[in-house]
Protein backbone atom coordinates (compact mmCIF):
# COMPACT_ATOMS: atom_id res chain seq x y z
CA UNK A 1 0.00 0.00 0.00
CA UNK A 2 1.21 3.77 -0.96
CA UNK A 3 2.13 5.87 2.17
CA UNK A 4 0.14 8.27 2.90
CA UNK A 5 1.42 11.86 2.06
CA UNK A 6 2.32 14.13 4.68
CA UNK A 7 1.68 17.71 4.15
CA UNK A 8 3.24 21.00 6.33
CA UNK A 9 1.75 24.14 6.41
CA UNK A 10 2.21 27.50 8.07
CA UNK A 11 1.06 30.98 8.02
CA UNK A 12 3.84 33.79 8.29
CA UNK A 13 3.70 37.09 8.55
CA UNK A 14 0.83 39.72 9.43
CA UNK A 15 -2.38 37.63 10.15
CA UNK A 16 -5.23 38.72 8.20
CA UNK A 17 -8.80 37.31 7.67
CA UNK A 18 -8.24 34.41 4.79
CA UNK A 19 -6.00 32.50 6.44
CA UNK A 20 -8.18 30.11 8.66
CA UNK A 21 -9.91 29.61 5.00
CA UNK A 22 -6.89 29.15 3.61
CA UNK A 23 -5.60 26.22 6.13
CA UNK A 24 -9.11 24.91 6.15
CA UNK A 25 -9.55 24.38 2.03
CA UNK A 26 -5.48 22.69 2.51
CA UNK A 27 -6.56 20.17 4.74
CA UNK A 28 -10.17 19.32 3.70
CA UNK A 29 -8.42 18.75 0.13
CA UNK A 30 -5.91 16.65 1.47
CA UNK A 31 -7.88 14.49 3.70
CA UNK A 32 -10.88 13.94 1.20
CA UNK A 33 -9.33 13.78 -2.16
CA UNK A 34 -6.19 12.14 -1.05
CA UNK A 35 -6.19 10.54 1.96
CA UNK A 36 -3.19 12.93 3.47
CA UNK A 37 -2.29 14.03 6.85
CA UNK A 38 -1.53 17.54 7.31
CA UNK A 39 1.04 19.09 10.05
CA UNK A 40 0.38 22.37 10.41
CA UNK A 41 3.63 24.39 12.15
CA UNK A 42 2.64 26.69 15.02
CA UNK A 43 3.63 30.46 14.70
CA UNK A 44 5.07 30.46 10.67
CA UNK A 45 8.72 29.48 10.49
CA UNK A 46 9.03 29.45 14.30
CA UNK A 47 7.20 26.21 14.33
CA UNK A 48 9.56 24.74 11.81
CA UNK A 49 12.79 25.93 13.44
CA UNK A 50 11.59 25.12 17.13
CA UNK A 51 9.78 21.83 16.14
CA UNK A 52 6.40 22.85 17.04
CA UNK A 53 3.69 21.20 14.92
CA UNK A 54 0.36 20.46 15.66
CA UNK A 55 -1.10 17.67 13.55
CA UNK A 56 -4.44 19.00 11.81
CA UNK A 57 -7.57 16.82 12.04
CA UNK A 58 -11.17 17.35 10.14
CA UNK A 59 -12.44 18.48 13.55
CA UNK A 60 -9.64 21.15 14.08
CA UNK A 61 -10.54 22.91 10.23
CA UNK A 62 -14.14 22.27 11.18
CA UNK A 63 -16.11 25.72 11.90
CA UNK A 64 -12.83 28.20 10.72
CA UNK A 65 -14.55 29.25 7.61
CA UNK A 66 -15.97 32.14 8.83
CA UNK A 67 -12.79 32.94 11.63
CA UNK A 68 -10.49 35.80 11.05
CA UNK A 69 -6.63 35.23 12.31
CA UNK A 70 -4.75 31.72 11.97
CA UNK A 71 -5.52 29.07 13.97
CA UNK A 72 -1.99 27.85 13.87
CA UNK A 73 -0.56 31.54 14.52
CA UNK A 74 2.17 32.91 13.12
CA UNK A 75 5.04 35.46 13.72
CA UNK A 76 6.90 38.40 11.45
CA UNK A 77 10.57 37.47 12.93
CA UNK A 78 11.30 33.67 12.46
CA UNK A 79 13.85 33.86 9.30
CA UNK A 80 15.36 30.28 9.75
CA UNK A 81 18.76 32.37 7.55
CA UNK A 82 18.37 35.39 10.41
CA UNK A 83 17.21 33.83 13.49
CA UNK A 84 16.98 35.44 16.81
CA UNK A 85 18.89 38.53 18.22
CA UNK A 86 21.86 36.94 16.56
CA UNK A 87 20.81 36.62 13.53
CA UNK A 88 22.18 33.14 13.40
CA UNK A 89 21.43 30.71 9.87
CA UNK A 90 19.76 27.70 11.75
CA UNK A 91 18.22 26.53 8.25
CA UNK A 92 19.75 23.62 8.27
CA UNK A 93 18.17 22.80 11.74
CA UNK A 94 14.80 23.90 9.80
CA UNK A 95 15.79 21.37 7.03
CA UNK A 96 16.40 18.82 9.08
CA UNK A 97 13.13 19.25 11.36
CA UNK A 98 11.16 18.99 8.04
CA UNK A 99 13.07 15.70 7.15
CA UNK A 100 12.74 14.27 10.30
CA UNK A 101 8.79 14.77 9.77
CA UNK A 102 8.90 12.60 6.73
CA UNK A 103 6.91 15.42 4.88
CA UNK A 104 6.36 15.55 1.38
CA UNK A 105 5.72 19.14 1.02
CA UNK A 106 5.59 22.67 3.03
CA UNK A 107 2.87 24.92 2.06
CA UNK A 108 3.95 28.18 2.82
CA UNK A 109 0.98 30.87 3.63
CA UNK A 110 2.36 34.97 3.18
CA UNK A 111 3.24 37.74 2.08
CA UNK A 112 6.33 38.95 0.43
CA UNK A 113 8.76 38.16 3.64
CA UNK A 114 7.28 34.77 3.98
CA UNK A 115 7.63 33.82 0.37
CA UNK A 116 11.24 35.45 0.01
CA UNK A 117 12.07 32.87 3.21
CA UNK A 118 10.05 30.02 1.81
CA UNK A 119 12.21 30.56 -1.83
CA UNK A 120 15.43 29.83 0.28
CA UNK A 121 14.64 27.16 1.58
CA UNK A 122 13.24 25.73 -1.41
CA UNK A 123 16.46 26.32 -2.75
CA UNK A 124 17.64 24.34 0.03
CA UNK A 125 16.50 21.27 -1.03
CA UNK A 126 12.40 21.80 0.67
CA UNK A 127 9.58 20.78 -1.35
CA UNK A 128 8.00 24.24 -0.63
CA UNK A 129 4.39 25.58 -2.54
CA UNK A 130 3.37 28.93 -1.20
CA UNK A 131 -0.35 30.81 -0.98
CA UNK A 132 -0.03 34.11 -1.49
CA UNK A 133 -1.51 36.49 1.49
CA UNK A 134 -1.34 40.16 2.61
CA UNK A 135 -3.95 43.12 3.10
CA UNK A 136 -1.66 44.92 0.96
CA UNK A 137 -1.81 43.40 -2.26
CA UNK A 138 1.59 44.36 -3.34
CA UNK A 139 2.66 40.31 -4.43
CA UNK A 140 3.51 40.53 -8.00
CA UNK A 141 1.93 37.23 -10.60
CA UNK A 142 -1.08 37.38 -8.68
CA UNK A 143 -3.63 40.08 -9.31
CA UNK A 144 -5.55 39.39 -5.74
CA UNK A 145 -4.02 38.38 -2.45
CA UNK A 146 -5.97 36.22 0.60
CA UNK A 147 -6.90 39.07 2.96
CA UNK A 148 -7.03 42.67 0.82
CA UNK A 149 -10.59 42.11 0.13
CA UNK A 150 -11.41 41.58 3.63
CA UNK A 151 -9.16 44.73 4.73
CA UNK A 152 -10.96 46.92 1.84
CA UNK A 153 -13.98 45.65 3.43
CA UNK A 154 -13.13 47.48 7.31
CA UNK A 155 -11.78 50.21 5.77
CA UNK A 156 -14.36 51.30 3.73
CA UNK A 157 -16.96 50.57 6.49
CA UNK A 158 -14.71 53.31 8.45
CA UNK A 159 -14.86 55.93 5.93
CA UNK A 160 -18.96 55.26 5.71
CA UNK A 161 -18.58 55.77 8.91
CA UNK A 162 -17.06 59.07 9.25
CA UNK A 163 -19.30 60.44 6.35
CA UNK A 164 -21.74 61.99 9.07
CA UNK A 165 -19.85 63.14 11.88
CA UNK A 166 -17.34 64.83 9.55
CA UNK A 167 -20.19 66.80 7.59
CA UNK A 168 -22.41 67.42 11.11
CA UNK A 169 -18.71 69.04 12.43
CA UNK A 170 -17.94 70.56 8.90
CA UNK A 171 -14.56 69.01 9.10
CA UNK A 172 -12.23 67.11 6.96
CA UNK A 173 -11.40 63.61 7.88
CA UNK A 174 -8.35 61.99 7.33
CA UNK A 175 -8.91 58.53 7.54
CA UNK A 176 -5.27 56.70 7.15
CA UNK A 177 -4.81 53.12 6.12
CA UNK A 178 -2.13 50.50 5.94
CA UNK A 179 -0.75 49.38 3.01
CA UNK A 180 2.89 49.49 3.12
CA UNK A 181 5.25 51.03 0.35
CA UNK A 182 2.13 50.17 -1.99
CA UNK A 183 -1.27 52.40 -2.31
CA UNK A 184 -3.80 49.52 -3.57
CA UNK A 185 -5.65 49.57 0.40
CA UNK A 186 -5.92 53.17 0.25
CA UNK A 187 -7.09 53.24 -3.70
CA UNK A 188 -9.34 50.58 -3.49
CA UNK A 189 -11.24 51.65 -0.09
CA UNK A 190 -10.71 55.37 -0.76
CA UNK A 191 -13.14 54.46 -4.08
CA UNK A 192 -15.65 52.02 -2.65
CA UNK A 193 -16.07 54.89 0.48
CA UNK A 194 -16.18 57.62 -1.90
CA UNK A 195 -12.84 59.48 -0.71
CA UNK A 196 -12.62 63.00 -2.23
CA UNK A 197 -8.79 62.73 -1.72
CA UNK A 198 -7.07 59.86 -2.03
CA UNK A 199 -3.20 59.61 -1.80
CA UNK A 200 -0.94 56.82 -2.46
CA UNK A 201 2.51 56.43 -2.76
CA UNK A 202 2.68 55.60 -6.38
CA UNK A 203 1.20 59.45 -7.00
CA UNK A 204 3.22 62.29 -5.56
CA UNK A 205 1.15 64.62 -3.99
CA UNK A 206 1.14 68.53 -3.78
CA UNK A 207 -0.60 69.69 -0.41
CA UNK A 208 -1.94 73.27 -2.25
CA UNK A 209 -3.82 70.99 -4.95
CA UNK A 210 -5.25 69.27 -1.82
CA UNK A 211 -6.31 72.24 -0.30
CA UNK A 212 -7.48 73.43 -3.76
CA UNK A 213 -9.87 70.37 -3.91
CA UNK A 214 -10.88 70.68 -0.16
CA UNK A 215 -11.64 74.93 -0.95
CA UNK A 216 -13.46 73.92 -4.14
CA UNK A 217 -16.14 71.63 -2.46
CA UNK A 218 -16.50 74.20 0.01
CA UNK A 219 -17.26 76.80 -2.44
CA UNK A 220 -20.20 74.36 -3.74
CA UNK A 221 -21.48 74.08 -0.28
CA UNK A 222 -19.88 70.51 0.40
CA UNK A 223 -18.86 71.74 3.93
CA UNK A 224 -17.24 68.69 4.62
CA UNK A 225 -14.61 66.31 3.33
CA UNK A 226 -13.02 62.89 3.26
CA UNK A 227 -9.27 62.10 2.88
CA UNK A 228 -8.19 58.48 2.30
CA UNK A 229 -3.90 58.22 3.07
CA UNK A 230 -2.11 55.36 2.32
CA UNK A 231 0.33 54.78 5.27
CA UNK A 232 3.38 54.85 2.73
CA UNK A 233 3.27 58.36 1.18
CA UNK A 234 5.56 60.73 1.78
CA UNK A 235 4.38 64.08 3.20
CA UNK A 236 6.15 67.40 1.65
CA UNK A 237 9.57 66.50 2.89
CA UNK A 238 9.55 63.45 0.98
CA UNK A 239 10.45 60.85 4.03
CA UNK A 240 8.13 57.84 5.20
CA UNK A 241 6.89 58.25 8.59
CA UNK A 242 8.09 55.83 10.48
CA UNK A 243 5.82 54.52 13.68
CA UNK A 244 8.57 51.94 14.94
CA UNK A 245 11.44 49.39 13.86
CA UNK A 246 10.84 45.51 14.47
CA UNK A 247 14.34 44.07 15.48
CA UNK A 248 14.32 40.22 13.34
CA UNK A 249 11.30 41.34 11.12
CA UNK A 250 12.07 40.70 6.99
CA UNK A 251 11.52 44.36 6.92
CA UNK A 252 12.17 46.31 9.92
CA UNK A 253 9.80 49.51 9.14
CA UNK A 254 6.58 49.64 10.45
CA UNK A 255 4.87 52.61 9.19
CA UNK A 256 2.05 55.02 10.73
CA UNK A 257 1.62 58.85 11.59
CA UNK A 258 1.44 60.49 8.31
CA UNK A 259 -1.93 61.39 8.42
CA UNK A 260 -1.14 63.78 11.18
CA UNK A 261 1.47 65.69 8.83
CA UNK A 262 -1.02 66.09 6.48
CA UNK A 263 -4.05 67.11 8.65
CA UNK A 264 -1.09 69.92 10.18
CA UNK A 265 -0.62 70.84 6.78
CA UNK A 266 -4.04 70.98 5.57
CA UNK A 267 -4.96 73.62 8.68
CA UNK A 268 -1.86 75.74 7.94
CA UNK A 269 -2.65 76.12 4.78
CA UNK A 270 -6.43 76.37 4.38
CA UNK A 271 -7.55 76.68 7.93
CA UNK A 272 -10.19 73.83 7.74
CA UNK A 273 -10.91 72.25 11.23
CA UNK A 274 -9.13 68.47 10.59
CA UNK A 275 -9.10 65.37 12.38
CA UNK A 276 -7.49 62.24 12.06
CA UNK A 277 -8.20 58.52 12.26
CA UNK A 278 -5.64 55.41 11.77
CA UNK A 279 -7.24 52.25 11.34
CA UNK A 280 -4.25 50.33 11.96
CA UNK A 281 -4.63 46.61 12.87
CA UNK A 282 -8.38 46.75 12.98
CA UNK A 283 -7.61 46.39 8.76
CA UNK A 284 -6.59 43.11 9.85
CA UNK A 285 -9.80 41.48 12.11
CA UNK A 286 -12.90 40.43 11.39
CA UNK A 287 -14.49 37.69 9.38
CA UNK A 288 -12.90 37.18 5.92
CA UNK A 289 -15.40 38.38 3.24
CA UNK A 290 -17.35 36.43 0.95
CA UNK A 291 -14.37 36.88 -1.81
CA UNK A 292 -11.58 36.01 0.41
CA UNK A 293 -13.41 32.87 1.46
CA UNK A 294 -13.75 31.91 -1.96
CA UNK A 295 -10.60 32.75 -2.85
CA UNK A 296 -8.61 31.20 -0.22
CA UNK A 297 -10.25 27.75 -1.06
CA UNK A 298 -9.23 27.58 -4.16
CA UNK A 299 -6.00 28.62 -3.53
CA UNK A 300 -5.78 26.05 -0.93
CA UNK A 301 -6.94 23.68 -3.15
CA UNK A 302 -5.03 24.23 -5.73
CA UNK A 303 -1.87 24.48 -3.20
CA UNK A 304 -2.42 20.48 -2.76
CA UNK A 305 -2.71 19.96 -6.66
CA UNK A 306 0.33 21.67 -6.72
CA UNK A 307 2.04 18.85 -4.17
CA UNK A 308 0.91 16.35 -5.51
CA UNK A 309 2.10 16.74 -8.81
CA UNK A 310 5.32 18.14 -7.20
CA UNK A 311 5.42 20.73 -8.95
CA UNK A 312 7.80 22.53 -6.11
CA UNK A 313 9.00 26.19 -6.05
CA UNK A 314 5.23 27.53 -6.99
CA UNK A 315 2.94 29.20 -5.54
CA UNK A 316 -0.99 29.76 -6.48
CA UNK A 317 -2.30 32.74 -8.23
CA UNK A 318 -4.87 34.70 -9.41
CA UNK A 319 -5.00 35.65 -12.67
CA UNK A 320 -7.43 37.35 -15.23
CA UNK A 321 -10.22 35.03 -13.03
CA UNK A 322 -8.30 31.84 -13.64
CA UNK A 323 -6.55 30.37 -10.63
CA UNK A 324 -3.16 29.42 -11.67
CA UNK A 325 0.05 28.79 -10.54
CA UNK A 326 3.45 31.12 -11.11
CA UNK A 327 7.39 30.37 -9.78
CA UNK A 328 7.50 32.42 -6.18
CA UNK A 329 10.82 33.58 -7.49
CA UNK A 330 8.43 35.84 -9.97
CA UNK A 331 6.00 36.58 -7.32
CA UNK A 332 8.75 38.32 -5.01
CA UNK A 333 11.16 39.62 -7.28
CA UNK A 334 9.74 43.26 -6.39
CA UNK A 335 6.77 44.70 -5.33
CA UNK A 336 3.26 45.52 -7.46
CA UNK A 337 2.65 49.30 -7.59
CA UNK A 338 -0.27 50.75 -8.58
CA UNK A 339 0.31 51.56 -12.05
CA UNK A 340 -0.71 55.35 -12.91
CA UNK A 341 -2.86 53.86 -15.88
CA UNK A 342 -5.14 51.56 -13.92
CA UNK A 343 -8.74 52.10 -15.12
CA UNK A 344 -10.39 52.17 -11.41
CA UNK A 345 -7.30 55.57 -11.26
CA UNK A 346 -9.38 56.70 -14.33
CA UNK A 347 -12.87 56.09 -12.97
CA UNK A 348 -12.02 57.59 -9.50
CA UNK A 349 -10.52 60.96 -11.83
CA UNK A 350 -13.55 61.00 -13.85
CA UNK A 351 -16.27 61.20 -10.84
CA UNK A 352 -14.00 64.23 -9.31
CA UNK A 353 -11.60 62.25 -6.93
CA UNK A 354 -8.04 63.88 -6.41
CA UNK A 355 -4.74 62.23 -6.49
CA UNK A 356 -3.15 65.58 -5.20
CA UNK A 357 -1.60 65.59 -8.09
O1 LIG B 1 1.92 43.80 5.59
C1 LIG B 1 0.73 43.87 6.30
C2 LIG B 1 0.74 45.02 7.26
O2 LIG B 1 -0.50 45.05 7.96
C3 LIG B 1 1.03 46.37 6.64
O3 LIG B 1 -0.06 46.93 5.96
C4 LIG B 1 1.47 47.16 7.86
O4 LIG B 1 2.30 48.22 7.46
C5 LIG B 1 2.23 46.13 8.66
O5 LIG B 1 1.78 44.86 8.23
C6 LIG B 1 2.03 46.23 10.16
O6 LIG B 1 2.84 45.28 10.77
P1 LIG B 1 2.77 44.87 12.31
O7 LIG B 1 1.62 43.93 12.49
O8 LIG B 1 4.08 44.23 12.58
O9 LIG B 1 2.55 46.14 13.09
Given amino acids: MARKKRIGILTGGGDCPGLNPAIRAVAKTAFVRHAAEVIGFKDGFE ?120 ESHHRVMIVEVMGRYTGWLALYAGVAGGGDVILIPEIPFDIKKVCQKLDARGEIGKRFSIVVVAEGVKPGDSQLVVKRRVKGSTDPIRLGGVGYRIAEQIENLSGLETRVIILGHLQRGGKPTDFDRILATQFGRKAVELVTSEKFGYMTSLRGGKITSVPIKGAIARLKKVKLNLPLIEAARAVGTSFGD
Fill in 47 to 166: GLIEYQTRELHPEDVSGILTKGGTILGTSNRANPFAYGEKKRDVSKQALRNFRSLKLDALICIGGDGTLNIAHQLYRLGIPIVGMPKTIDNDLEATDYTIGFDSAVAVATESIDNVHSTA
